[in-house]
């Protein structure tokens, strides 16, 4: 079992920056591969970023949506099983309520789809006003 726990939400005008931290229970957190999901208002939840790594090589690989490349960034502390996304220049259509989520490591395998992981923390508000 995983348990997640996001913070770092809040309110930022268009432009602002924002970091989400996603703190994680368990001393295998380095085994997950950790996405940051999002949903605004009257709409699914979408795919924002993950991050993930070999665990025989240590190497680290991101993903991100076409709608946050070059200005969100993802990454991970395993020393502190925690997840990171930094979020800039921020747009109105950024404003979503947003989930960090985990699942176990498959190598190769991306998943981009919320369907395709296990656990779930409770969600961090981000409101972006123009």
């Known amino acids: 079992q995983v348990q997640l726990v996001e913070s770092g939400g809040g309110l930022v005008q268009t432009g602002g920056s924002l970091r989400l931290s996603c703190a994680a229970s368990?001393?295998?957190?380095?085994?997950?591969?950790m996405g940051w999901f999002r949903q605004a208002a009257g709409k699914e939840r979408e795919f924002v970023a993950l991050?993930?790594?070999?665990?025989?090589?240590?190497?680290?690989?991101?993903y991100y949506a076409d709608s946050v490349k070059g200005r969100f960034t993802i990454s991970r502390d395993n020393a502190k099983n925690t997840v990171y996304l930094q979020m800039n220049s921020l747009k109105p259509e950024d404003t979503a309520v947003y989930y960090c989520?985990?699942?176990?490591?498959?190598?190769?395998?991306?998943?981009?789809?919320?369907?395709?992981?296990?656990?779930w923390g409770q969600g961090t508000q981000v409101t972006v006003s123009s």
């Open positions: 991050i993930t790594w070999s665990t025989g090589t240590g190497t680290r690989t991101t």
């Open positions: 989520a985990a699942r176990q490591i498959v190598t190769g395998f991306v998943a981009t789809s919320p369907h395709q992981y296990d656990y």
């Open positions: 368990g001393r295998t957190f380095s085994s997950y591969t």
